[in-house]
């Protein structure tokens, strides 16, 4: 019932791209929402990007990652996406994929279910 299964991950220079994926058709609790985020060593989980999943698919994005990331989502296969353009150094982390039946304040981590995580190292 609680499966998100995050893939797509991997090393790449600085100004590559990596487009991730997360399947979750066998995720069925209430979705409201849907995310991506990242944490990297030593320092604290932070949103990257969010779908509304109920209403009108808006999407929400980090300003560090404005213009250079986006998310999407298949509806027909539920999966998640996070296309990465321009990637830069400061974007290695562990990227997350979440899900939470809450609207609301889409950065707040707490209110979310998560995937295991795929690690992305961009090398300058």
């Known amino acids: 019932q609680g499966q998100l299964v995050e893939s797509g991950g991997g090393s790449v220079q600085a100004g590559g791209s990596l487009k991730l994926s997360c399947a979750h058709s066998r995720y069925t609790y209430s979705t409201y929402t849907m995310a991506w985020f990242r944490q990297a060593p030593g320092k604290q989980r932070e949103g990257v990007a969010a779908i509304s999943v109920l209403d009108d698919g808006s999407t929400y994005y980090a300003d560090s990652v404005k213009g250079r990331f986006t998310i999407s989502r298949d509806n027909n296969e539920k999966i998640l996406f996070l296309q990465m353009n321009s990637l830069k150094p400061e974007d290695t982390a562990v990227y997350y994929c979440?899900?939470?039946?809450?609207?609301?304040?889409?950065?707040?981590?707490?209110?979310?279910?998560w995937g295991q995580g795929t690690q992305v190292t961009v090398s300058s």
């Open positions: 979440a899900a939470s039946p809450y609207s609301g304040n889409w950065r707040l981590a707490s209110k979310y279910n």
